[in-house]
C-alpha cells in the first residue's frame, strides 16, 4: 500500500488523506511489542508512539488523567509528594476488572486524543502506535493492524528474568487483557516473536515490503 487512501480492509482513514502511513501494534504484555518499536524507529525511520507512555504523561500531577483517576480511585493511589503511586494502582486495576474499566473510560479518550494529535504533527510520514488494547476506535485510526504473538511462557519466562516481574503479577496482568482470539480478530498481520530477534525482523521486513 503506497500511501493509498485506503488500507487492508477498505477502511479510509483521514491519516492516509493526510500522507501518513500508521500502523497499529498490539499485543499481550511482555509480547516484545517495544523491542519491534525499536526496530521500526532504527531500520524503517517510523516516529514512535506508545499508548501507555502516553497515558503516564497525562497521570502527571495536575492533568487531566490524573484528576480523573484521583477523583475516581481515590487518595490511595498517591504518594505523599501527590505524584501517582503506580505500583498502588496498579495493585487495583489488575485485580478488579470494574475499576480498571472505569479508569478504562475515563482515561482512553485523553490518551488516544493526544496520541493522534502526536501521530498528525511527526515530521515523518511513517508513524506507529503500540497499544496493549485492541479496540474498533484504534483499529480505525491505523492504516493497518499488526498483532505481536509470543506464547504465555515465553513471555511469563522473558518478564521474569529481564524485568523482575514476578509469575503472579505477568498472570494479573494476563487475566485483565483480551484473548489471543480478540487480538487476532482486530489485526491485519500477525508477527510471532517466539524465536530470535533476527527471524522476528525478517518478518517484519516481508511485512512493510507488501505496503511499501
Ligand atoms: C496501572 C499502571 C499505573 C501500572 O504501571 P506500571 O509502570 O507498573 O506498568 P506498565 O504501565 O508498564 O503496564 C504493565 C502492562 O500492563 C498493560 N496495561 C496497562 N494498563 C492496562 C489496561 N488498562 N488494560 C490492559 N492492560 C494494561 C501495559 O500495556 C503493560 O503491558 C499503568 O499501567 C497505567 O497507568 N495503566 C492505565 C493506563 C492505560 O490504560 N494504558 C493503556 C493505554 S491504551
Ligand atoms: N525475540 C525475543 N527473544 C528474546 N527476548 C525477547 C524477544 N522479544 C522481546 N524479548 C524480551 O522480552 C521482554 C518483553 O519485551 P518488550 O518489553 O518488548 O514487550 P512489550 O510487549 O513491549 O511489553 P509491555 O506489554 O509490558 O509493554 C523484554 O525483556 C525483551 O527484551
Redesign the pocket.
Known amino acids: 500500500m503506497q500511501n493509498s487512501e485506503k488500507n487492508a480492509e477498505g477502511r479510509v482513514t483521514d491519516q492516509c488523506k493526510a500522507g501518513k502511513f500508521i500502523l497499529g501494534i498490539t499485543g499481550?504484555?511482555?509480547s516484545g511489542k517495544s523491542r519491534i518499536l525499536a526496530i521500526l524507529k532504527e531500520d524503517y525511520g517510523f516516529h514512535v508512539i506508545q499508548?501507555?507512555q502516553?497515558?503516564?504523561d497525562l497521570?502527571q500531577p495536575g492533568m487531566e488523567s490524573y484528576l480523573a483517576?484521583v477523583g475516581y480511585l481515590g487518595p490511595s493511589v498517591l504518594l505523599e509528594d501527590k505524584s501517582?503511586d503506580?505500583?498502588a494502582?496498579?495493585e487495583i486495576?489488575?485485580h478488579d476488572p470494574e475499576k480498571?474499566r472505569g479508569?478504562?473510560e475515563r482515561?482512553?479518550p485523553l490518551?488516544?486524543k493526544a496520541a493522534m494529535e502526536e501521530a498528525m504533527a511527526a515530521k515523518e510520514d511513517r508513524v506507529v502506535i503500540e497499544?496493549?488494547?485492541p479496540s474498533k476506535e484504534?483499529r480505525d485510526k491505523c492504516s493497518e493492524m499488526w498483532y505481536v504473538y509470543t506464547s504465555r511462557e515465553n513471555r511469563i519466562k522473558r518478564l521474569e528474568e529481564n524485568r523482575g516481574y514476578t509469575v503472579e503479577k505477568t498472570l494479573a496482568?494476563m487475566e485483565?487483557?483480551v484473548s489471543e482470539e480478540t487480538f487476532r480478530a482486530f489485526s491485519d498481520a500477525v508477527i510471532d516473536n517466539n524465536g530470535t530477534l533476527e527471524e522476528t525482523r525478517a518478518q517484519i521486513q516481508a511485512l512493510l515490503e507488501h505496503i511499501f
Open positions: 499481550g504484555v511482555g499508548a501507555d502516553v497515558a503516564k497521570m483517576v501517582l503506580r505500583a494502582m496498579a486495576i489488575f480498571r479508569v478504562d482515561t482512553h490518551v488516544w497499544a496493549a488494547i484504534f496482568i485483565n487483557q
